[in-house]
């Protein structure tokens, strides 16, 4: 096969990946989310088979403790949480209107070197936009939840998901002989070498990243609820679980507990020690946490990340978000490798270089 019908072919499977998505994204979460559990759980299935455990057997008692840990989680947080989430929700729209106010005073303190025909119309603005904070906020609740209930099909993650999982955990190993039986073999070692990057990769940051997250998050809520928050552990669980956006958990941490804050303390001595906990945080999580768990050898730029999770989550929903890391991580590579190959390249260097191109 020539390279340029090669290469149609490549595009070609590629093009029906993502027609294969766009078409079933509506029913693959529980079948990604089973894929995604058995794939982080065979190295424990691999433990115990190393131990002369029958492999079904190991995938049983695997999956199980698993899903016993993740139940009492469940049973422990749930009526901790409940009563504080639901009167964060109902603090929202006074921490709306607490900023609008808030503006409204700037405002009014700059009036002597605004125009009063603007300064009136700005006053008119603040107060429709003070009417519609609290609908406004309510409404985006309900939606995000709404939406996310469905997209979570949670039927399909309760029922389907642990079916999945289990019999991919069963067979992990025979579906990765399989498919590296399928490779093309005259390339087939650079594929298993990328493959093992990307593995290497993925591994390193999802398990990396949700360490980070749940430090993070159990240490936002003691150090909030320390600080006398009312509702301390709602905020810094949500803090440290949407931490793996970079960036992004700790300043939707520091939002919301300041303007919560506002309205149980007003303006006092509180309001820094809670800045401080989310500098804190950040300044821990750059520092030492991302470093030490997750480490530069993964090779995903936060950026990249950013990007990833938002485009994945704008295209395919909650299932985008699963996705979003994985790919990101195997086009990280590819990249690499695409990059390594051109700079040893005639292309690069030039028919009349006589060195190679540059290390990277």
Not at 339 to 346: A, K, P
């Given at each position: ?208 990243q949700a360490l980070v997250c ?92 950013m990007f990833a999770l938002l ?50």
């Open positions: 096969m020539s390279p340029a019908r090669r290469s149609l072919f490549w595009v070609a499977a590629l093009a029906i990946v993502i027609l294969f998505l766009v078409l079933l994204s509506s029913i693959l979460l529980p079948f990604v989310a089973g894929m995604a559990l058995a794939y982080f759980l065979d190295p424990l299935a691999d433990r115990l088979e190393a131990r002369k455990v029958p492999r079904a057997l190991a995938t049983t008692l695997v999956l199980a403790a698993f899903f016993v840990m993740f139940v009492a989680v469940l049973l422990l947080l749930l009526p901790l949480l409940q009563g504080q989430l639901v009167g964060m929700v109902q603090q929202l729209p006074g921490v709306v209107r607490a900023a609008i106010d808030g503006l409204a005073t700037v405002l009014e303190t700059a009036s002597t070197r605004i125009d009063p025909q603007q300064m009136e119309e700005i006053r008119a603005a603040l107060t429709d936009l003070q009417k519609e904070a609290a609908g406004w906020v309510l409404g985006a609740v309900r939606k995000i939840w709404s939406s996310g209930m469905a997209a979570l099909n949670v039927i399909g993650l309760l029922f389907i998901t642990p079916v999945v999982a289990w019999y991919l955990l069963r067979d992990w190993d025979r579906m990765v002989a399989r498919v590296d039986g399928w490779l093309p073999r005259d390339h087939a070692e650079t594929i298993r070498q990328q493959a093992k990057q990307i593995d290497q990769t993925l591994a390193g940051f999802v398990r990396g749940l430090i993070l998050g159990v240490a936002y809520a003691v150090a909030l609820q320390l600080a006398g928050l009312r509702y301390g552990l709602a905020v810094g669980l949500i803090a440290g679980l949407i931490s793996f956006i970079p960036y992004v958990g700790s300043i939707v941490g520091l939002v919301l507990s300041v303007g919560l804050g506002y309205l149980q303390f007003g303006l006092s001595w509180h309001l820094v020690i809670l800045i401080a906990i989310f500098f804190a945080g950040q300044a821990i999580e750059g520092n030492y946490l991302t470093p030490k768990l997750v480490g530069e050898r993964v090779g995903l730029h936060a950026v990249w990340v485009a994945g989550g704008a295209l395919f929903g909650f299932l985008g978000v699963l996705l979003a890391v994985p790919v990101a991580a195997v086009i990280g590579v590819l990249v690499r490798f695409a990059l390594n190959q051109y700079l040893g390249s005639v292309l690069y260097r030039g028919t009349g270089s006589a060195g190679g191109g540059p290390k990277t």
